[in-house]
Every structure is written in C-alpha cells, then in structure tokens.
C-alpha cells in the first residue's frame, strides 16, 4: 500500500492477507489503521504517524490463524485467550462461558475469532470507509458495522447495527475489547474519563492493585493496602507486577475516555453511547499471572466499552436483567469514535 505522505488524501486496501487471513488498511497522513477481517474485524493496529507510535497491545504470542493453529484439543471454552495477542476485539454475544438456552458458548462469544465479510464502500481521495459483517454459528444475529477514515482527520468513525435474525427474544453481551500496550505504555499513563464511579471485581488474583468489592467515586479508589490511590494513573512498566478488573459506570448519554502517554503528548481516544455502553472495564495484566494463559509474558491495559459487566454467573446475571435484551427482528444501531491526540482529547 503506498503511504499518501503530504498529501492530504486517504487510502484503503483490502488486497493483503496476513497468515491466510484477509486484512484491510486505512490510511491517511495522521493515522494508518490495520483491521484483520479474516479474523474478528480485529483493529490490530492503530498507528498516529507523527509520532510513530502504535496504540494496541501486542502480545508475545503474536497474531494467529485460528484456522491453522489448534491444539490437539479444540473443545475448550478459552480459545479467545488462547489466540489473545493484544489489540481491538469485536465481542458478541456473550462473554462468560455458558449454555445458553441449549447453545454452548465459549469465553467472550463467537465472532472475535472467525472470519468476516466486507465490501470496501468509499475509496477517497477525502473519505475511505469499509463495510464488515458476521453471524454467530450458534447464536441467531447478525454484526454490520462500518469503518470511516476522512482525509487529514486522525478519528476513525465505527457505524454499528446489531440484528436480531430470530423469531424470539436474545439476551446478549456486546463489548469492545481494546487493549493497550508497549512501547505506548512504558512510561505509564493517565486516563480521562467522564465516567463517575469504580468498582473493582472480587475474582481476581491476590496480586492486585484495587480493593476489591468496594464501590468508589472516580478516581479516587482504596488499594489493597488501605491506602488511597488514584486509579487514573497507570505506573510505568518497572512497577511491581499486577492484576486488575475494575468496572468504570455512571456515564453520561455520550461516553468517553482518554489514555495519554506519561511521557510523551500523544494519546487515545475514545467516545459512545453511555446508554448502551454501560460500562468500561479497566483489565490490567501487568506481568502478574506466571500460569496459563499468560505465564508472566502479558502486559496489556485495556480499556473496554461493554453493554454488561461480568458475571461468571451469566444466568442470575440474565436474569435480573443485566443483560441487553433484542425482540425477534429488533436492530440496535451505535456510533462509536476513535482516534489518536496531542494535548487533550477533544471528544
């Protein structure tokens, strides 16, 4: 794909593949945007020019074909963590692993890892734009979404519409699992958000930053040492290791945050709808977990719009409502934006 420098043009191509995968690149002269549509529509790569920096998380283990690289078991309700290489995952429709209503369903749902379909829509010179879509194999909907990139603009726009395709009711899970990682986060970072409260999640490990259970104003939370602790502040890759699920909560009708680079004035961001988005989770895995599926080699900080949050118990959770609920031929449409900064994000 040649690189439209200095022109004040956008590009887009869809003749690569990567590892027998379909992948599609976006690019202007502020941003170039990797999307791996041969697996999950998966934004690999988010790279702001000027600085040369890549936003997502990239993990040791690297990006894989599914297709291709299986263990000798391949009934196992993780594969999302054993494929997991850092970056942006669509998440339908569901994220514990459970049965529902006779469907089996693995760790966060179906589409992340199989291929999707896209049509390239517009072609520039001042706008480029994709269209992607996928079903679920056991779950009756159907995921459109399409990818924006205007020339001289470093703001991706995501259009989304989620159908139901069946004769009765789904309780469903959506979320965007973005991750971040290094070198953007090396020096640590600080989080911008207009989220207003914080609650971290009891499951996990002992090795942990935030009190867990305990519902706090945002950003002021309470370690596990008792101590008060600013949780918009991530340390620097030297700290001591950690891990984290937290659930930021009480937006407002339009959701946002902010991730910027402690050492340089270049960050991430990222606004939706707070309506149905309801909830960031704060994911940190900082070199904490020595066993499967990380074995001490992770570090990554995700910050995740999601429409629930989780509950290994996804029955109770369905049914005090938690869940979002689609009538028989129902769509949901959502706007979500994306983008690189220098300064403050202006969202």
């Not at 979320?175 to 911008?192: C, E, K, M, N, Q």
């Not at 942990?208 to 008060?228: D, L, M, S, Y």
Request: charged residues 20%; negative net charge.
């Amino acid at each position: 794909m040649k690189q439209p420098f200095g022109t004040g043009i956008c590009a887009i191509s869809d003749e690569w593949t990567y590892k027998g995968m379909d992948v599609i690149w976006l690019e202007n002269d502020l941003v170039r945007i990797g999307v791996l549509a041969g697996r999950g529509s998966d934004i690999f790569e988010f790279r702001y020019k000027p600085a040369d920096v890549d936003f997502m998380c990239r993990l040791p283990l690297g990006i894989r074909n599914p297709q291709r690289d299986f263990s000798q078991m391949r009934d196992t309700t993780n594969q999302f963590e054993d494929y997991y290489y850092g970056g942006w995952q669509e998440i339908l429709p569901n994220s514990p692993a459970f049965v529902y209503r006779g469907a089996s369903l693995g760790q966060h749902g179906e589409v992340s890892l199989t291929p999707w379909r896209h049509a390239l829509i517009e072609q520039g010179p001042a706008r480029v734009s994709v269209k992607l879509w996928a079903r679920p194999l056991r779950v009756p909907a159907l995921i459109e979404k399409t990818l924006t990139l205007e020339a001289n603009a470093p703001t991706l726009r995501i259009d989304e519409r989620l159908t139901n395709e069946s004769k009765t009711a789904l309780d469903l899970m959506w979320g965007h699992h973005i991750a971040f990682g290094l070198p953007f986060l090396r020096d640590g970072a600080t989080i911008a958000t207009n989220a207003t409260t914080m609650w971290a999640d009891p499951m996990m490990p002992a090795q942990r930053r935030f009190k867990p259970g305990v519902a706090f104003t945002w950003p002021a939370a309470e370690n596990i040492n008792g101590e008060t602790d600013d949780a918009s502040i991530i340390p620097p890759e030297s700290a001591p290791p950690c891990a984290d699920l937290a659930y930021l909560s009480g937006f407002d009708r339009r959701a946002w945050y902010a991730i910027k680079s402690a050492s340089h004035n270049v960050g991430f961001g990222v606004s939706w709808d707070g309506a149905l988005f309801k909830h960031v989770w704060y994911w940190q895995e900082r070199y904490s977990s020595q066993d499967a599926p990380w074995w001490g080699r992770a570090y990554a900080v995700a910050l995740e719009p999601w429409t629930t949050r989780y509950d290994e118990d996804a029955a109770a959770s369905i049914a005090r409502g938690d869940w979002l609920k689609l009538e028989a031929g129902a769509s949901i449409e959502t706007q979500l934006i994306a983008g690189a900064f220098e300064g403050e994000w202006k969202h």
